[in-house]
């Protein structure tokens, strides 16, 4: 069992169509009056986002009826499979808050039993070792408008092909000349049961058989029987696979297994202007067109997981987008929509200043260091207040000034009086710029001493509040803005995709400034930059140096910017 925490178990467990074919079958007494669910990920590579919807699928209904959950790896190839990825899906599954228990199982261990049941299929006549080359075989195959044709060797005896299927096992035959066959209808409307192909011989190291096996069982095959050897009772996967029901059922009904699954295939997550596909993830990583599988820029869950998601907003988002029947693309919005709505709760308040514009307060006393107090959260009264350090030269955020401001503009320009957050009002009395190139260097300004804490005693309004940093206690950040990866809603179906990779995706401001506050801060931990955005702290960090990532704006910004451009 996993061990289902109760304050995990849901109040008000989500509904759909899967919930009601379990629940009616619990009913009816059907697979015995058990639930048993998997989730079977092959370790070819890292979980994404869709696999999150597949888990919180699979493992919310063993929370829910208080039922077991499989982590099955299905490792049935042994040419791109690795124990790299086999640990970081279990780091994944965890960090999503999920348990399996005891109930970690690879299909590779199932390897002598699916040879067993292959005989058997063999002996019954279900089941023979074709000679045809892949080529001929495709060729045989027909199409959606023609029946496939039955391959010469299709009625070799049944001791031909125990004798043959044995030799193929002992290493008998090269790579691709034989394989083992179903023996089903070349003439069926499916495709998938014209004699579907049951093993192959091919020569390579597993990672966990290493080279005990050269013939290994093709994914349609070992899928029924790994669930049924497991007892599952709901096999729960994406619609690609409803053409392939009618094959599992056959591999379940014509072997000897112990009890007979069934195939539920539900939509997969599409989201927008993402790209999900462990191979074309591969190929971002290898070709270094991201940092690796865990940059933030990626849909990966460690990915997602470095850029500041917390599980609790990746599990809300799958719970909302549903469990349907029909295929639909998720707008990365409402992701994104996730983790702002939990870290507004959860996220304390800090200033850092990203893009630093030097002020000097020349009314407030040199060599002066006060400690104002500001609120750490104002959605959540018991995170308290802290003390922030303030003096007479502080840095603002440079976008907050402007020296010929348009009529809207309300934040900082000559002559211009602004509240410091929890400070004092200031007031804008000179500018100082670079002589060579009239950039703006620093501002001058005076503060109103009566106005401390941020409000002023004779009812004067200001229209902005600026957040703002000691120069002199405030702590150097590098601080990594991240944009879309792609420039385009799917990605996935360009044949080059590489051509759509947004080229400011990444956006690295070495400059910026925090407040001290943040000494120490630990790599994951997450904060309200105040105006900016969610960040948290960038596993790059070490004891003297502090990198974050922005985990997402404040505000959807993209949907306006697209508004405006007429995308
Ligand atoms: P990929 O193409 O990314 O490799 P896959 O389906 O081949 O996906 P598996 O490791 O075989 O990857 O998937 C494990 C489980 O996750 C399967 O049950 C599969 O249906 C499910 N899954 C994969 N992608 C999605 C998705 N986008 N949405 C929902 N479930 C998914
Ligand atoms: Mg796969």
Request: aromatic letters at 10%; proline letters at 6%; one cysteine or more.
């Amino acid at each position: 069992m996993p061990t289902p925490s109760a304050d995990r178990r849901p109040e008000a467990p989500p509904r759909d169509f899967i919930r009601d074919i379990v629940s009616q079958d619990l009913v009816s007494g059907k697979h015995g009056g058990k639930v048993h669910t998997r989730f079977p990920p092959e370790p070819n590579g890292y979980l994404h986002i869709g696999h999150a919807k597949s888990i919180c699928l699979n493992f919310g209904i063993a929370l829910e009826y208080a039922s077991p959950c499989n982590l099955r790896f299905d490792d049935t190839n042994p040419t791109k499979e690795d124990i790299e990825y086999v640990t970081a899906i279990q780091t994944d599954v965890k960090w999503l808050g999920f348990d399996w228990g005891s109930h970690v199982y690879f299909a590779s261990d199932y390897f002598e039993q699916l040879y067993g049941f292959a005989v058997e299929l063999i002996r019954k006549g279900k089941a023979y070792v074709d000679s045809l080359t892949a080529d001929e075989i495709r060729e045989h195959r027909g199409t959606l408008t023609e029946p496939g044709r039955e391959s010469p060797y299709r009625h070799r005896s049944v001791d031909e092909n125990i004798d043959l299927f044995a030799r193929m096992r002992a290493g008998e035959f090269a790579d691709g000349s034989v394989v083992l066959r179903a023996k089903i209808d070349m003439a069926s409307g499916n495709i998938n049961m014209r004699d579907p192909v049951l093993y192959r011989i091919r020569r390579a190291t597993h990672y966990r058989t290493a080279d005990q096996w050269c013939i290994y069982p093709l994914y349609d095959y070992a899928h029924p029987v790994s669930d049924a050897i497991e007892g599952i009772t709901h096999s729960l996967c994406t619609l690609e696979f409803e053409d392939h029901r009618p094959f599992y059922d056959w591999v379940l009904d014509n072997t000897s297994v112990a009890c007979h699954p069934q195939q539920i295939e539900f939509a997969k997550l599409n989201l927008s202007y993402t790209m999900m596909g462990k191979r074309k993830l591969i190929e971002m990583v290898q070709g270094q067109h991201v940092s690796g599988w865990d940059d933030p820029r990626m849909p990966t869950i460690c990915g997602l997981r470095r850029r500041g998601y917390t599980p609790e907003s990746v599990r809300n988002f799958c719970e909302r987008i549903g469990v349907a029947k029909r295929e639909n693309v998720v707008d990365i919005a409402n992701l994104e929509h996730a983790i702002r709505e939990d870290l507004n709760v959860r996220a304390p308040r800090v200033m850092a200043v990203l893009n630093p514009l030097k002020v000097v307060i020349e009314n407030y006393p040199d060599g002066q260091v006060e400690e104002v107090d500001v609120i750490n959260n104002p959605e959540d009264s018991s995170a308290g207040t802290r003390k922030v350090p303030f003096g007479r030269v502080l840095y603002i955020e440079r976008d907050d000034f402007m020296e010929d401001p348009p009529k809207k503009f309300f934040r900082l320009s000559p002559g211009k009086e602004v509240r410091l957050r929890c400070a004092y009002f200031i007031k804008c009395t000179d500018v100082v710029k670079d002589p060579a190139t009239g950039e703006v260097t620093e501002l001058r300004a005076s503060y109103d001493p009566a106005t401390r804490g941020g409000d002023s005693p004779d009812g004067r309004k200001v229209k902005a509040t600026l957040h703002w940093v000691s120069a002199e206690r405030a702590l150097d950040a590098e601080v990594r803005l991240y944009d879309r990866l792609f420039t385009i809603e799917d990605p996935a179906a360009e044949d080059n995709y590489l051509d759509h990779l947004n080229p400011h995706s990444l956006e690295v401001l070495r400059g910026a400034k925090a407040e001290p506050s943040l000494a120490g801060a630990h790599a994951g931990a997450r904060y309200q930059f105040e105006r900016l955005g969610y960040f948290c702290v960038d596993s790059d960090s070490s004891a003297g140096r502090l990198v974050f990532n922005r985990t997402v704006s404040l505000r959807d910004t993209w949907a306006k910017i697209q508004k405006n451009s007429g995308i």
